[in-house]
């Protein structure tokens, strides 16, 4: 775990700091004395559950919330019936997320009838939005505790004035001044790892709940960024994925002078640090000196997540993306022509209001035209408090599924046939652990353009890279053999 502290040298009787994360080490050092005395009662350590909705921000996030839970000497446990603290970080950004956090909702009030001492507490993207939190205060008593995407380094304090006083704790803030440095984060893999490089978004698009939900852009400063990642290849980390809503505006408005490539260039030097991927850019301002650096950093993985959204022009512009498909289109062109292997996926909306089917049109032959090697498809999602939900033109549900049919159909033939090409190469594949189909001696891994690549092995290879001569494409995954 990166970032952990001897929470026995902290006095408990001392007066408890107001600086942001020493404050929380306290509360962390007086949860730890809480874990102790509850192992001593009940012989076994109170442990925790943490199910996670949405994107990688609230996979990472999670990671924070279990590395702070760990350090006051929780244990983890695969069964929610069991957690003495379930924790559910919840997603916003498409109506079925929301629906799907209060189906699990709803299923927990027999827990807390069963073992009315367990603590429920909901944070996450849902958290922002007073209409969701006046819901849950009103239909779902059994939730002890509310915070939101801004005070997730707050958690051990909410938790402890839960338990001392028991009664529920709502906190949400509204924005946050300053990002906080040094909380204990735990990751899923050894040898990768997530890393924040800066939190909210400033771009709103009409569709998107994200800029109401995370907040303002705000970067964190880029030698925390470097001391994080050296820490992290220090304890095997070999691969980072640099996390961002909008990773191309890094530095924007910021009292340090460095932008986004700069930073990838710093990283790329870092030793022992393998790979470098990131998540997610704005084609609006992808800038040359980003392509340069995919030519530059040996590092830095050849695939670009560069969400289109739409292939017409006029979507684009009742969206707010703020380029046409044209310039979308030279984009691509540039970056294949600076980086010719370079794999690019992509997400894309069907039937945002007003959508025609000339302006589908537009986007499937944008896809054929890019070859996306795979893209993320949506039916377009009325989200309460932005401005797209206002429009007056929506789509009917019909023609979306249709469309999303038609779009579905065309991106699954070209990844299947971007993936054909790979067949008879040899790939040089970094293994993250036994394939999700779990056979026995199958292993997953990624090449550097984020292909998914499965292989048999007789030893564990996990977090090493090896060699696979490629034997069978399929549409979402390829097969091969060591060489
Ligand atoms: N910051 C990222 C996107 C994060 S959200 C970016 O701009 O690239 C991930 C994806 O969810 C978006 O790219 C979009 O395709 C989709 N999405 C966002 N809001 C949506 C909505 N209201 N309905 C359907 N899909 C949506
Ligand atoms: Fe949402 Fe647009 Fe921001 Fe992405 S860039 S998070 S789609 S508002
Ligand atoms: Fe969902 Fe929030 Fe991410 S709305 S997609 S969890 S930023």
Redesign the pocket.
Same mark, same amino acid.
């Given at each position: 775990m990166y970032n952990e502290i001897d929470l026995d040298k902290i006095d408990l009787n001392s007066e408890f700091p107001t600086e942001e994360p020493k404050r929380q080490y306290h509360f962390m050092a007086k949860g730890q004395k809480w874990v102790r005395e509850f192992e001593y009662k009940n012989n076994r350590r109170p442990c925790f559950f943490i199910q996670t909705f949405g994107?990688q921000m609230n996979e990472h996030d999670s990671e924070t919330i279990a590395g702070m839970l760990r350090t006051e000497g929780f244990t983890e446990t695969e069964n929610r019936e069991s957690a003495d603290i379930i924790v559910v970080n919840t997603c916003s =950004?498409?109506?079925n997320a929301d629906n799907r956090f209060f189906g699990q909702l709803g299923s927990m009030k027999k827990i807390k009838e069963e073992n009315p001492e367990a603590i429920i507490a909901v944070c996450g993207c849902m958290m922002q939005q007073q209409h969701i939190t006046d819901t849950i205060k009103e239909k779902y008593s059994w939730v002890d505790i509310i915070f939101g995407t801004m005070n997730i380094y707050k958690f051990p304090e909410l938790l402890r004035n839960c338990l001392e006083n028991r009664k529920k704790i709502i906190s949400i803030y509204d924005a946050q001044e300053k990002i906080i440095e040094g909380l204990p984060v735990e990751r899923k893999f050894r040898h990768k790892s997530f890393v924040n490089i800066m939190n909210g978004?400033n771009?709103f698009?009409t569709?998107? =709940?994200?800029p109401y939900t995370r907040g303002r852009e705000r970067s964190r400063m880029p030698e925390d960024i470097i001391r994080e990642i050296r820490a992290l290849a220090d304890d095997g980390v070999k691969e980072v994925t640099l996390l961002? @809503?909008?990773v191309n505006s890094y530095g924007n408005n910021c009292n340090f002078d460095c932008d986004f490539s700069e930073l990838i260039y710093k990283i790329n030097e870092i030793e022992r640090i393998e790979r470098i991927r990131f998540? $997610? &850019? %704005?084609p609006k301002d992808l800038s040359d000196r980003l392509i340069r650096a995919f030519a530059d950093c040996e590092k830095l993985c050849r695939h670009i %997540?560069?969400?289109v @959204?739409s292939g017409s022009t006029d979507v684009l512009r009742r969206m707010n993306r703020r380029y046409s498909k044209e310039d979308y289109l030279n984009l691509i062109e540039k970056i294949r022509t600076a980086v010719p292997n370079m794999a690019i996926t $992509?997400? =894309?909306?069907v039937g945002?209001p007003g959508e025609t089917e000339e302006d589908f049109e537009h986007t499937l032959d944008l896809a054929e035209r890019v070859r996306y090697d795979s893209a993320?498809t949506?039916?377009? &999602?009325?989200?309460t408090g $932005?401005p797209?939900a206002k429009y007056e033109d929506q789509v009917s549900e019909e023609i979306k599924h249709a469309r999303f049919d038609r779009l579905v159909e065309v991106i699954n033939r070209i990844t299947a046939e971007k993936n054909a090409e790979y067949f008879g190469k040899t790939v040089k594949v970094m293994v993250d652990g036994k394939s999700a189909r779990n056979d026995k001696g199958t292993y997953a891994g990624r090449t550097d353009t984020f292909k998914l690549v499965n292989f048999n092995a007789d030893e564990d290879l996990t977090g090493k890279t090896v060699d696979i001569k490629i034997t069978d494409a399929k549409t979402f995954s390829l097969f091969g053999e060591i060489v």
């Open positions: 994107c =950004i498409r109506e978004c771009n698009c569709y998107c =709940i994200v961002g @809503q909008n998540m $997610t &850019s %704005h %997540h560069l969400p @959204q $992509t997400d =894309i909306i945002f993320f949506f039916l377009y &999602s009325i989200r $932005t797209a």
